[in-house]
């Protein structure tokens, strides 16, 4: 059983670089086919894709972020990490990561949950003064 569960700061200052890692166990981020994506959400508003990296080290990033996010890994550690730079109060969301197998056939795919057979519980990260 694939379980993945996020962490980082509750709370980060406007301008501020907010950074989540999401530690996998169960299985291996190397493992072939898988992509692993971040995704947030805020009350009331659809599932927002930001950005993924593939068992192979590649990374798309989405368009939407204007270059602000960046996905990184640790190998040795089963761990992909998010940094999201110069947070606005707009960033507050629920923060996940997610595993899904292979590329989505279309963009929309990214942000469909039923794309993704594994899922973290979120993480809640406030950006405030």
């Known amino acids: 059983q694939v379980q993945l569960q996020e962490s980082g700061p509750g709370l980060v200052k406007p301008s501020q670089t907010l950074s989540l890692t999401c530690s996998v166990s169960?299985?291996?981020?190397?493992?072939?086919?898988?992509?692993w994506s971040w995704i947030r959400q805020t009350p009331g508003k659809a599932l927002e894709w930001m950005g993924a990296m593939s068992y192979s080290g590649n990374t798309y990033n989405s368009p939407s972020f204007k270059s602000r996010t960046s996905i990184s890994r640790d190998t040795s550690k089963n761990q992909i990490t998010l940094q999201l730079s110069s947070v606005t109060p707009e960033d507050t969301a629920v923060y996940y990561c997610?595993?899904?197998?292979?590329?989505?056939?279309?963009?929309?795919?990214?942000?469909?949950?039923?794309?993704?057979?594994?899922w973290g519980q979120g993480t809640q990260v406030t950006v405030s003064s």
């Open positions: 169960g299985g291996s981020i190397t493992t072939n086919s898988y992509w």
């Open positions: 997610a595993r899904r197998r292979g590329l989505p056939e279309y963009a929309s795919g990214w942000s469909s949950r039923r794309e993704y057979d594994y």
